[in-house]
């Protein structure tokens, strides 16, 4: 195969480096088109860029393939612990025994925030949604941490900033969940394994004894990683563009929060709840929300489904949805929702627009109402998104400074109008 693709532009010749990656994707090197023949391409929304080359996750939307580091997502789910899958994300490597009960050790010994951050909270009104405080919290961090504003921080700070960061995001979260219920937070315990000092954090009630349960912990783990990472989607660029400002890690993390929150990217999730209910509340009828989510003069989108980049079933709501199953059925919960999301998604598979579209059910389809099951309320839905994605924003921002990347900064093509005379106020 030809190591070059040939370009023909306007009496201007050029011959256009091709990148193989591991998988054999290919792209076009296009590095030098504009010193070469004053053009630049566009590709609004990213559809056809690769704006890196990465060695974190590999993605095959067409055959539903996800894997971290070369490890396929589904052993992952079954036989890791969140806190594996994030050393591995982020050294490129699954930990051995000593070097994983160090991370372990140097985690569970970072959890506490400074008490200072509890005063933030005065500042909010009541009914805050937690992903805006969510991103704030985190961008507070570097005022407490300010040494993390230096950009060529130590290998050592630079780590430390890391860990910080992973063992005082469920902290935070939990402070807010705890905040936003007007009850008093809930301490981290050293003794307690990650996710089962979340649970607590989240869950304990001060004044009463709470036992964790190991069905919680299990499906919370397993929700964990099948978010923590997913290539160079809206948020992870979002945090590659902003890290390579050489803007503080924490800043570029709030950052990725932001880019989240969006309906069409996690904040889907809490969506996917309001609409199931919203079709409960109307009846249950399923063919109904099909029919309007293909009126294109309706604005309703069938909120968990379709993706930009699978075409195909996406492998994480395949194991969300058994996990769904599961774990109701373990915690002997019967929710009308989770049958309606079934109706939902048999409708749509056998209907042609979603067939001629490959619009699947993605990640966000089944998890709400796990998270449901397992008392969470609905506006915190995404905050977990943001939990369990945090070690894959923090590998992509990291290698995107390891491989010194430059700033990231676009071209356009401007539309607007040519040079024009000044006119006075009293003229226009
Ligand atoms: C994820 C998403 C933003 C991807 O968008 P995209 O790659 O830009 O794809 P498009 O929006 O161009 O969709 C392609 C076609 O499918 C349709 N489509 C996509 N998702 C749809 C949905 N959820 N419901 C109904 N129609 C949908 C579009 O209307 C479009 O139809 P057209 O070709 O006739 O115009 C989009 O599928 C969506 O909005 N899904 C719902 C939100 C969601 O679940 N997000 C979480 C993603 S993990």
Known sequence: MSKTAHLSLQGKEIDLPLIEGSEQEVGI????????TGAVTVDVGFKNTGSTTSGITYLDGEQGVLRHRGYSIEDLAENATFLEVAYLLINGELPNKAEYEDWDHQIRHHTLVNEDMENIFKAWPTGS?????????????????????????????????????????????????KKSAGHPVIYP?????????FLNMTFKNITEEYEIDPIYVEAMNKLLILHADHEQNCSAST???????????????????????????????????????????????????????????????????GHRVYKNYDPRALIIKKSCDEILDKL???????????????????????????????????????YRAMGFPVEMFTVLFALGRLPGWIAQWKEMRDQKQPIGRPRQIYTGPTARDWVPMEKR
């Open 29 to 36: 090197d296009i590095s030098k088109l504009r010193g070469a």
């Open 239 to 305: 945090v590659r563009i902003v890290g390579s400002s050489h803007a503080n890690l924490y800043a570029c993390i709030s950052a990725g929060i932001a880019a989240l929150w969006g309906p069409l990217h996690g904040g889907a999730n809490q969506k996917v709840i309001e609409m199931l209910e919203a079709i409960k509340n109307d009846g249950g009828d399923a063919k109904k929300y099909i029919e309007k989510a293909k009126d294109k003069n309706d604005p309703f989108r069938l909120m968990g489904f």
């Open 332 to 370: 002997g919960i019967d929710d009308p929702v989770l049958d309606i999301a079934k109706q939902l998604e048999e409708t749509a598979l056998a209907d042609p627009y979603f067939a001629e579209r490959k619009l699947f059910p993605n990640v966000d389809f089944y998890s709400g109402i796990i």
């Open 129 to 177: 949604h937690p992903m805006g405080q969510l991103t704030a919290m985190i961008s507070s961090l570097s005022s407490f941490y300010p040494e993390s504003l230096n950009p060529n921080q130590s290998e050592e700070d630079q780590h430390r900033t890391i860990r910080r960061l992973i063992a005082k995001m469920p902290t935070i979260v939990a402070m807010l969940h």
């Open 189 to 197: 315990q050293n003794k307690l394994d990650y996710v089962s000092n």
